[in-house]
């Protein structure tokens, strides 16, 4: 398996998860707030979050498709 990632999967809702090697997705839990979601994505993947990762993590949201790739 690979990193646990989490994608935005609905308007207000962000799913994290991890895609197993034949690309599928498997949902792990779902959060109200990208940051929640980060947060979640952090831990499963054995890390903490410092407060700088937040400019990053926010930029990347909004830029990219959504999905934070540690």
């Known amino acids: 398996m690979g990193s646990y ?4 999967t609905e308007p207000s ?5 991890f895609y197993d090697p034949d690309g599928r997705w498997n949902a792990e839990s779902d959060h109200d707030h990208p ?3 980060a947060d979640r994505v952090a831990f ?3 890390m903490v979050r ?4 937040d ?5 990347a ?3 990219g498709d959504g999905v934070y790739r540690p």
């Open 5 to 8: 990632v989490y994608k935005k």
């Open 13 to 17: 809702l962000w799913t994290v998860g």
């Open 35 to 37: 940051d929640n979601a």
């Open 44 to 46: 499963l993947n054995g």
């Open 50 to 53: 410092s407060k700088g990762e």
């Open 55 to 59: 400019d990053f993590l926010s930029q």
């Open 61 to 63: 949201l909004n830029e």
